[in-house]
C-alpha cells in the first residue's frame, strides 16, 4: 500500500521531468544545437545526481510550510500537483511544479485545518517574485559580458558553434544537477516525513539514507519524464517567447542554472552565514520561472520588440491558477480519499505537537554575539496549537 | 555520427571556406589577366587563362557541394547557415559570372579599339577589386565579425568607379565615328556584363551588412 501511494509522487516526477527538462534543455534541442537524445541522457543522469546529492536542503523548507503526516495525504498532495502540472503540459504552457506543490500543500493545510507558517508561505512566495527577476538579472549581465568577450576573443563563427555547442551540455548538465537539487523536494518532499524506507546500501558500496532512497526514486521517475514526454516540450520552448540565437539560449540556461543552485546550495547558504553575510532560502523555486525570466530579461535587453508578450502573459496567468488548481484539486481529493474511501489523509494528534519552523529557521542563522532572546527560544520549544 | 565527429567535421568545414574563398580571390586575378592578354591580342594567353578560370569554377562547385553537405546533414550553425549558404552561393555565382565574361570574349572575339582598352582594363581592375573587397569581408564574417565593416565601404567605392567607367566607356563607344551600329551595340553589352559584376558584389555586401547587424550582441 505504502508503494502505491508513492506512485502519486512517481506521476509528480514524471510531469517534472517533461515540463522542468524543457527549460533546461528546450533552447539547445529547439534551436537544433543538442540532440535530443544527448540532451535526454545528460539531463536525466545529473537530475538524479542533485537529487540524491543536494536534495535534501529545499526538502526541508518544504517540510516546514506544511508537514504532510499521513502517507495517503502525501499521496493526494502530490497527485493534485502532478495532475496540475499534467494539464498545463497539455495546454502547452511551462508550468511550475513548485507553484503546483505549495498549492496542493496549502489545500491539505486547510483540509487538516493546519495552521500554515506564514513566514516560510511568504519566504516561498517572495522567491517567485525574486526567482524570475534575479535569472533576467543574470541573463541580461552575462548576455552583455558575452557581446564583450566574444567579439573582443575574435572566435570564429565556427569555433563560437563548437564552444556554444559544448556550453549548453555542460550548462545543461549544471542546470539539470540544480534542477535534480531543488525540485526534488517538489517531487518526494512530501512522503520524507512519512517514508516507508529504512536506511539502505545499494550493492554494498552506496549507503543511502530514507530520505535519500525516496530522492533517488524521484529522481529516476524525472529522468522517466524527460525520456517519455519532453520531447515535443522541449522543441516549442526554444522559440516560444522570444527567437534566441545559440549563444541567448547559453546565457539563459546559465542563468537559470545559477539561480536554481543559489536556492539549494547548502555549502553556500553555509559559506555566506560564515562570512556574516545574508542568506538565500532554500526553497523550491520554479525552473520555469527562471528560464521565462532569463528569456524575457535578454529579450528587453534586446529592446522587448520581439518579446510575444501573448505567450508571456499566459505563462504568468498560469503561474497565478497553477497553484490555485493544485490546492483545490488537493483539497477535493482529500475529502473524496477520506470520505468515501475511508483513508487517513492527516493525523491530527501529530499537528497538535508539530514543532515551529520559524525559531528552527532563525535560531541556528543568529549572528554570534546576537543570540535570540531566551523567551523566543522557550516559545519555540512549546508545541503549537 | 558521434558528437566528436560533428566537432571534428566543423574544423574541416572552416578550412574548406577558406579554400572556397581563396578560389574567388584567384579567379578574380585570373579574369584580370585574362582580359589584359586579350586585349594585347595575346590569344594562347586567354586561352590558357579560359582554362584556368574553368579548373578553378570546377575547385569551386565541389567545395560549395561540401559545404552545403555539411552545414545541413550535420546541422551546423543551425542560426547562421541559411545567410551563411546564400554568401557561398553567391560567391559562386561572382565566380560564374567571371568564367561567363571570359567564355563571352572567346565566343564573340569582340574588336577592342586601342581608344577603349585602357578604360576597359581600368574597368576590370575596379570590378576584381569590388570582389575582392567582399571576399575579405565575408572571410571576417567568420573569423572577425568587428572586422567586416573594416572591407565593406571598399566594396562601394569600386562598384561607384565602376559604374564611372562604365557610363564613360559606354558614351565613348555610342560617340564613336568610327563604329558601326551593331559594333557598339556588341562592345556596350559587354561593358555592362562586365560591370554587372561589381553591382553583384555589391548586393552581396548589402546582404552582408544585415547578416552582421542580425548577429551583433
Redesign the interface.
Known amino acids: 500500500m505504502s508503494l502505491f501511494f508513492l506512485s502519486s509522487g512517481m506521476f509528480l516526477g514524471w510531469s517534472l521531468g517533461a515540463n522542468d527538462a524543457a527549460n533546461v534543455f528546450g533552447t539547445a534541442v529547439g ?3 543538442v540532440k535530443f537524445h ?1 540532451a535526454a541522457i545528460c539531463c536525466s543522469i545529473f537530475v538524479l545526481l542533485g537529487a540524491v546529492i543536494s536534495g535534501a536542503g529545499a526538502s526541508e523548507t518544504l517540510g516546514k510550510l506544511g508537514a504532510v503526516n499521513a502517507l495517503a495525504g502525501a499521496f493526494v498532495v502530490a497527485f493534485s500537483a502532478a495532475a496540475s502540472v499534467y494539464m498545463m503540459i497539455r495546454l502547452r504552457y511551462p508550468a511550475s511544479t513548485s507553484q503546483a506543490i505549495v498549492g496542493a500543500i496549502l489545500g491539505w493545510n486547510f483540509f487538516s485545518n493546519t495552521p500554515t507558517d506564514t513566514f516560510e508561505l511568504t519566504r516561498i512566495v517572495m522567491t517567485w517574485v525574486a526567482c524570475p527577476t534575479l535569472a533576467a538579472i543574470t541573463a541580461i549581465i552575462f ?2 559580458l ?3 568577450l ?2 573582443f576573443c ?1 572566435i ?4 563560437l ?2 564552444w556554444t ?1 559544448n556550453g549548453l551540455i555542460l550548462v545543461g548538465a549544471f542546470g539539470s544537477y540544480s534542477l535534480g537539487a531543488n525540485n526534488i523536494a517538489n517531487v518526494v518532499g512530501v512522503f520524507v516525513p512519512v517514508s516507508p524506507f529504512g536506511d539502505v546500501t545499494l550493492f554494498g558500496l552506496l549507503p543511502l539514507t530514507s530520505a535519500q532512497l525516496l530522492f533517488l526514486i524521484g529522481g529516476i521517475a524525472i529522468a522517466v519524464g524527460v525520456f517519455t514526454y519532453s520531447r515535443h516540450t522541449m522543441q516549442t520552448v526554444g522559440g516560444g517567447i522570444f527567437k534566441l ?3 541567448m539560449a547559453l546565457v539563459a540556461v546559465w542563468a537559470h542554472s545559477l539561480v536554481l543552485f543559489l536556492f539549494s546550495s547548502q555549502s553556500l547558504e553555509a559559506f555566506l552565514r560564515d562570512m556574516g553575510l545574508p542568506t538565500l532560502p532554500l526553497v523550491p523555486v520554479s525552473s520555469s520561472q527562471a528560464i521565462v525570466g532569463a528569456v524575457v530579461g535578454m529579450g528587453l535587453l534586446k529592446g522587448g520588440r520581439g518579446i510575444r508578450w501573448k505567450t508571456v502573459g499566459g505563462i504568468a496567468c498560469g503561474w497565478v491558477t497553477t497553484p490555485v488548481i493544485a490546492g483545490i484539486v488537493s483539497f477535493i481529493c482529500l475529502s473524496v480519499l477520506q470520505n468515501v474511501f475511508m483513508q487517513t489523509v492527516y493525523d491530527g494528534s501529530k499537528i497538535a505537537q508539530k514543532q515551529p519552523a520559524i525559531i528552527e529557521t532563525i535560531a541556528p542563522a543568529a549572528a554570534p554575539g546576537h543570540e535570540l532572546p531566551a523567551v523566543l527560544l522557550q516559545q519555540g520549544a512549546e508545541p503549537r496549537s | 555520427m558521434s558528437y566528436g565527429g560533428i566537432l571534428r567535421k566543423k574544423i574541416g568545414i572552416e578550412h574548406k571556406v577558406d579554400a572556397f574563398l581563396d578560389l574567388v580571390s584567384e579567379s578574380g586575378m585570373i579574369y584580370r589577366r585574362g582580359v589584359e592578354s586579350y586585349t594585347s591580342n595575346d590569344l594562347e594567353a586567354f586561352k590558357s587563362h579560359l582554362d584556368q578560370i574553368v579548373d578553378t569554377e570546377r575547385q569551386a562547385d565541389v567545395l560549395r557541394r561540401s559545404i552545403e553537405d555539411l552545414l545541413y546533414r550535420r546541422t551546423l550553425i543551425p542560426e547562421s547557415r541559411g545567410d551563411v549558404l546564400r554568401l557561398i552561393e553567391g560567391m559562386d555565382s561572382l565566380l560564374g559570372h567571371f568564367k561567363g565574361s571570359m567564355f563571352r570574349f572567346e565566343i564573340e572575339r569582340p574588336r577592342m579599339r586601342e581608344s577603349l582598352v585602357k578604360d576597359l582594363t581600368e574597368l576590370v581592375h575596379c570590378v576584381v577589386e569590388a570582389v575582392e573587397a567582399v571576399t575579405c569581408s565575408i572571410r571576417s564574417f567568420f573569423k572577425n565579425i568587428l572586422a567586416v565593416s573594416d572591407h565593406l565601404h571598399k566594396v562601394s567605392y569600386w562598384e561607384a568607379e565602376a559604374d564611372k567607367l562604365s557610363t564613360k566607356l559606354q558614351t565613348a563607344i555610342f560617340r564613336s565615328e568610327n563604329l558601326e551600329l551593331c559594333e557598339s551595340l556588341q562592345l556596350s553589352a559587354f561593358v555592362r556584363h562586365v560591370d554587372a559584376i561589381a553591382d553583384q558584389a555589391e548586393d552581396m555586401a548589402d546582404s552582408l551588412a544585415i547578416y552582421v547587424l542580425k548577429r551583433a550582441f
Open positions: 534551436s537544433r544545437m544527448t548576455y552583455k558575452a557581446g564583450f566574444i567579439p575574435k570564429s563563427l565556427f569555433r558553434d563548437k555547442r540565437s545559440p549563444v
